[in-house]
């Protein structure tokens, strides 16, 4: 071998060394859908990195160079605009609830209108989102939402069918029992989102479960 080829290997491995690495869009898209789908089935606070980089079918360094941390890869997935926006069409729901005289959900299609179907289409589209969001947070800054969620929920149905109800002060037994209600509620709506696939049976399965939900609670506020 020349010097002159000795030469210009040194300098082709020099260009490589130095050279950019460019980071690929389809790679960083394919992070966040892994990462999805781990921390909706495994909770963030279970889910690795190492996990999301075999999923996604890079390695475990590789990721790295994408997002330097889980909490970094966490904003890329569950972004602060989601959840304020998941927060509006919900008390969009609930102020639509207050306006209705009779809470009896057609057969066909979740209670309290528009506002309802709005809330629950978008939760079909984002459906691994909603259930971070409301079941797999713990460790992240939305780990209180499901709390607050409920408390939203329940608020609305002390005002709705008993505005001078002793639920949720006085009365700490009925409190208590009321609490553990929509806390099923809301759990029970995070494993259809979890379970089913398909939009059609998850808004079948929803609009069944709140009938038997607003029968419920008739009775409990009968």
């Known amino acids: 071998m020349t010097a002159g080829s000795v030469r210009g290997i040194n300098e082709l491995i020099i260009h490589y060394r130095v050279m950019p690495q460019y980071l690929k869009e389809e790679v960083r898209e394919r992070i966040i859908d892994s990462a999805l789908d781990r921390f909706a089935d495994d909770g963030y606070a279970g889910a690795t990195m190492a996990a999301i980089a075999r999923a ?98 329940m608020g609305a149905a002390i005002a709705h069918f008993s505005p001078s109800s002793q639920v949720g002060g006085r009365d700490p037994a009925r409190s208590f029992v009321l609490e553990q209600i929509y806390r099923n509620y809301v759990d029970s709506l995070v494993v259809l989102l979890q379970q089913l696939d398909e939009p059609e049976p998850i808004r079948r399965a929803v609009a069944a479960y709140e009938r038997y939900h607003l029968v419920g609670l008739n009775s409990f506020f009968g």
């Open 56 to 153: 996604a079918g890079i390695s475990a360094g590789n990721i790295y160079r994408y997002f330097d941390s889980k909490e970094a890869l966490l904003d890329a997935v569950l972004p602060a605009s989601f959840v304020a926006r998941f927060r509006a069409l919900l008390r969009e729901r609930l102020k639509a609830a207050q306006e209705v005289r009779a809470v009896q959900p057609a057969a066909d299609r979740p209670a309290h209108g528009r506002p309802a179907e709005s809330l629950l289409d978008f939760s079909i589209r984002h459906r691994r989102r909603v259930v971070l969001l409301l079941g797999r947070g713990a460790g992240t800054p939305y780990e209180n939402v499901r709390d607050e969620v409920v408390e939203e929920l």
